[in-house]
């Protein structure tokens, strides 16, 4: 919890290692938050039937909209083993079309590595690898690109998404030497500090509709998201909130009553855990809970011990207040401040802070992936297309229909004569025995079946082959985006035309994202790092190599920073390509290289793509000693050439230049910043 406020005021940063004096909310302060949190969730889901809408996206794109008797039906015989019974199909033209976008979302995105890159100008190229080092440690940690992937995935089901990028401590563990422990190393427990993002499920999300979804981090009112905890794990989280919450607000929070959680109504209590109700046949049916109280009260030492409820409903609430309405006595109460309230089951206030962070937004983003000033009105990617998929499913399940008569064909039968039973047998090899009726009658008289007629069945297949092509013209999708196999001859050239073309759309909404999305979310994560970041030492998976950051270098050369992304790379921002051929240039015109350090351009470029090459660059002592060597060759060629005797004797290394050498030699030419440091000391010395 960065930035708390105190209660005399003051502010005490994360990084400050003093314990945080926690604000205490009074009994009528804590009922004023929970009534605002509320009213916020109140005013979202009772005027707009987002939940409903979100249900019925969800069974559209996992197919699972048809709930028919006859479907139901046979969907269970099936699952007992019965085949002959032939289930509807919906056509799939909603998911594969999401999954198309969401692969190239995820690769403009997040498969780069580092996933932010960071560029400067050459003076500050070393701040900035330490920069990229942070950034990239950040991603790794708290696993940026699974929670990118799933932000995606909701953009483009339901028109909206959001992320929450917060600055967060939690504990880790590493390994340190021990000299008691048996194996020689024991665990360590330390505190993590970094940027954390974190997906939010819409289902249980709720915001300030009043402003555009694109602004609402930075001029909506209200954000919230509420979570079902576990006993442990929320024990857990009350442990990192260690000497920043009081005891007594704790014990109330544990003794508050939970909310039970609510499936298959589009209306939930507030503070209450929403659970969609999709696929009727899940893995797991999340409406049971662990009964932790029937396990306790079965054994003898949890008589003095705090009784935990079986789950908790933990709020967060961001709220853009102003301070004296909710009676808080704090400086500036007046002014609008962004602050952070979390909620125990509806009713108890755990924790309560000032946000103080630089960029003052909320720091949950909200983005959309189509935005033609509409705001809600505007149709999803996957809602563009799912009258497409009904139709073709239509077609498709007419084709079914008339197979389905083939071979079970409908018929006319005498009741008087075959019994119902027998007319209906499952079994294809059964026989049916005929009454006797009036005199002269034939047997065959009394069973008349129809004519099957097959003629048109065709025309629907074609009819939904064509309907599939429709709803890729309007996503701008094509079958070779969707890893299809297209038949014909075609060049390369042609080939990556129709990939250009197909992926025209899913260009636009990146451009899209990046407007909206990342441009905020980088601005977020770098002056999170610049006010929070603590000295430390960060292994460099990309250089591989340890980066000492600095915090106060970084603030200094803060405002020199560029963050990157897929859509913008480095090399667009450096401008790599024209150094390029401004480098081979260089290579080939002695009157161009002696006007340029060439050396120091190079390293400059390829700092720029991630690769730091000072390990290998030549010590002051290796260049002098160089120079030595081709002097004497100079003067040993001009003696021989006069037939003189050379008796000059051959320059020797430095024994901090023979360890530099030697350590060359066993690590392909890299050596450490301590050799280098004797070395260049010694040439100094010299």
Request: proline share 5%.
């Amino acid at each position: 919890m960065s930035g708390a406020q105190t209660t005399s005021g003051s502010t005490k940063s994360a990084t400050n290692t003093e314990a945080t004096v926690p604000f205490v909310l009074s009994q009528e302060q804590n009922d004023y938050v929970v009534k605002y949190g509320l009213q916020c969730q109140t005013m979202l889901h009772s005027q707009y039937t987002l939940r409903s809408e979100f249900e019925e996206i969800d069974r559209q794109y996992q197919r699972e909209k048809d709930w028919t008797e006859g479907q139901i039906k046979s969907r269970i015989a099936n699952r007992r083993g019965d085949s002959s019974k032939i289930q509807d199909v919906t056509v799939p033209i909603i998911f594969p079309q999401v999954n198309s976008a969401l692969s190239y979302m995820t690769e403009v995105f997040t498969s780069g590595y580092p996933i932010f890159p960071v560029v400067s100008d050459p003076l500050n190229e070393n701040t900035a690898m330490m920069l990229e080092a942070i950034v990239q440690e950040n991603a790794t940690t708290s696993g940026w690109s699974a929670e990118l992937i799933k932000f995606f995935r909701d953009g483009l089901k339901y028109n909206i998404a959001a992320v929450e990028i917060e600055w967060r401590q939690k504990t880790n563990w590493t390994i340190q030497n021990d000299i008691k422990a048996t194996s020689g190393g024991s665990a360590k427990k330390v505190l993590w500090n970094g940027n954390t993002m974190k997906r939010m499920d819409l289902y249980n999300t709720f915001w300030d509709p009043r402003v555009p979804i694109s602004k609402i981090h930075e001029e909506g009112e209200f954000v919230g998201y509420t979570e079902l905890f576990s006993r442990v794990r929320f024990k857990k989280f009350i442990n990192e909130l260690y000497n920043k919450v009081p005891v007594d607000t704790i014990l109330r929070a544990i003794n508050s009553e939970p909310i039970q959680a609510t499936s298959g109504s589009t209306v939930a209590s507030p503070y209450g855990v929403y659970v969609p109700f999709i696929n009727p046949y899940p893995l797991y049916n999340k409406s049971g809970t662990f009964d932790w109280m029937a396990w306790a009260t079965n054994t003898t030492n949890f008589k003095n011990a705090i009784q935990y409820k079986n789950a908790y409903a933990v709020t967060r609430l961001y709220g853009r207040i102003i301070p004296s309405d909710f009676g808080l006595k704090v400086p500036e109460k007046n002014t609008p401040q962004v602050w952070k309230f979390i909620i125990i089951n509806g009713s108890v206030v755990l924790a309560s802070e000032r946000l103080t962070n630089i960029h003052n937004y909320i720091p949950i983003l909200f983005s959309q992936m189509y935005d033609d000033g509409l705001d809600y009105q505007t149709k999803s990617f996957a809602q563009n297309v799912t009258d497409m998929q009904y139709i073709a499913s239509s077609l498709m399940n007419g084709y079914i229909a008339s197979k389905r008569r083939l071979v079970g064909d409908r018929v006319l039968y005498d009741p008087s004569r075959v019994a119902e039973k027998d007319i209906n047998s499952q079994s294809p090899v059964a026989k049916i025995p005929v009454r006797p009726s009036a005199f002269g009658k034939p047997v065959g008289e009394a069973v008349f079946p129809f004519p099957y007629r097959d003629e048109g069945s065709d025309m629907l297949v074609q009819g939904t082959t064509a309907v599939v092509n429709m709803a890729n013209l309007i996503n701008g999708q094509n079958p070779a985006t969707q890893g299809q196999f297209v038949k014909g001859n075609k060049t390369r050239h042609e080939y990556d035309d129709i990939m250009g073309h197909g992926n025209a759309q899913n260009k636009l909404i990146a451009v899209q994202l990046e407007t909206s999305f990342f441009t905020p979310a980088k601005e977020i994560i770098k002056l999170n790092i610049l006010q929070y970041q603590e000295s430390k030492d960060i292994y460099n998976d990309k250089t591989q190599k340890t980066v000492s950051v600095k915090p106060e270098d970084l603030r200094k050369d803060a405002v020199k920073f560029k963050v990157c992304d897929g859509l913008i790379p480095s090399d667009k921002i450096t401008g790599d390509d024209m150094l390029q051929v401004a480098m081979q240039q260089m290579g080939t015109s002695p009157q161009i290289a002696s006007q340029y350090n060439l050396g120091d351009a190079f390293s400059y470029l390829m700092k720029t793509q991630g690769v730091d090459l000072t390990p290998f660059q030549k010590s002051p002592a290796q260049i002098q000693y160089e120079q030595q060597m081709q002097t004497w060759q100079q003067m040993a060629q001009a003696a021989i050439q006069k037939g003189a005797d050379f008796n000059t004797p051959m320059p020797q290394p430095s024994p901090q230049l023979q360890q530099e050498m030697q350590q060359r030699q066993q690590t392909g030419g890299a050596i450490s910043p301590d050799v280098r440091t004797a070395a260049i000391q010694s040439t100094q010395g010299g």
